[in-house]
């Protein structure tokens, strides 16, 4: 060896306990961040099922005492106290449903997961049941293409697929019947599913706001608190996966997620390398 590589080698063994220092030293203020960060978001989603349920004792008064008003002393002779009264019922009635949806939202990212192999198709099939009957009618037409199975926790899921549908028979054009495809496939490491309709779709520009808690695009033309989306995306996030939208605005949007396609004890490490981009033919994506 020459003397230059001979003195690069000895500086270089001489340098590597310094760098295993600082190495060390870095790691542990990120463990602490990490933990400390931790600590942060379970107190505020603690803060936030308390306040959701103490919020709604006080509500439910409200409501039950407007009503007590209305009825059980007979018509209000003036018409304006009356609607002033109902106006109170109705909005207190919209609370109580924020904070239930609130509760919903916290819960979500606490309640302990129970794994299994799930028959999406069949889930789903229930799932549309629920919403619209097993058959077309009036409020929209549900059409399920194939869909493989899903290592995933069952309740969960069905929650996912059910905010998505109901968002979907949602956000219709005036005049028109909800038109709704759901599909999915595999993919190298992952299941990809999909709720698909052709509604009023909206602006990608905006679509960072979709899946954060009261990221509504129209707020004043549809019913909602905006917290629909935000659940589907931890839901899908505890899971290992990843959900992202595609839409243009008047022509549709597409809700996409991804699910692992194994147990982790059966996935394969360098799988998701060869994993979807969640990028369509036609459009841009967003993933979260």
């Excluded at 209000?76 to 949806?101: F, G, Q």
């Excluded at 809700?255 to 982790?264: E, K, M, Q, T």
Aim: hydrophobic share 40%; proline share 4%; charged share 25%.
């Amino acid at each position: 060896m020459s003397e230059p590589a001979d003195r690069r080698w000895q500086a270089l063994e001489c340098a590597e306990p310094a760098i295993d220092w600082l190495r060390q030293a870095l790691e542990v203020p990120a463990a602490e961040r990490t933990l400390a960060l931790q600590r942060r978001v379970e107190e505020l989603e603690s803060m936030n099922a308390t306040l959701s349920h103490d919020l709604r004792t006080p509500l439910a008064s409200v409501i039950n005492f407007a009503a007590i008003l209305g009825e059980g002393y007979g018509k209000i002779p003036n018409e304006a106290a009356y609607d002033c009264l109902m106006r109170i019922s109705s909005n207190a009635r919209t609370a109580v449903a924020l904070l239930d949806h609130l509760l919903a939202f916290s819960q979500s990212g606490r309640e302990e997961m129970h794994m299994s192999q799930v028959d999406v198709r069949r889930l789903v099939e229930s799932v549309r049941e629920d919403l619209i009957g097993n058959v077309a009618s009036a409020r929209g037409c549900v059409a399920i293409a194939e869909l493989p199975e899903a290592y995933a926790d069952p309740a969960m899921l069905r929650r996912v697929f059910a905010n998505l549908i109901s968002n979907a028979l949602k956000f219709v054009k005036q005049g028109e019947a909800a038109r709704i495809e759901i599909g999915g496939s595999s993919h190298a490491g992952e299941r990809v599913y999909f709720v698909r309709d052709q509604g009023i779709g909206f602006d990608m520009g905006c679509v960072d706001r979709l899946f954060e808690v009261f990221g509504r695009l129209r707020p004043a033309e549809f019913e909602g608190h905006g917290i629909g989306l935000a659940t589907v995306a931890r839901l899908v996030r505890r899971h290992g996966g990843r959900v992202w939208a595609e839409s243009a605005e008047g022509s549709g949007a597409t809700f996409l997620f991804s699910l692992p396609a194994a147990s982790p004890g059966q996935r394969d490490p360098q799988s998701r390398n060869g994993a979807p981009s969640g990028k369509s033919h036609n459009g841009a994506a967003r993933r979260v």
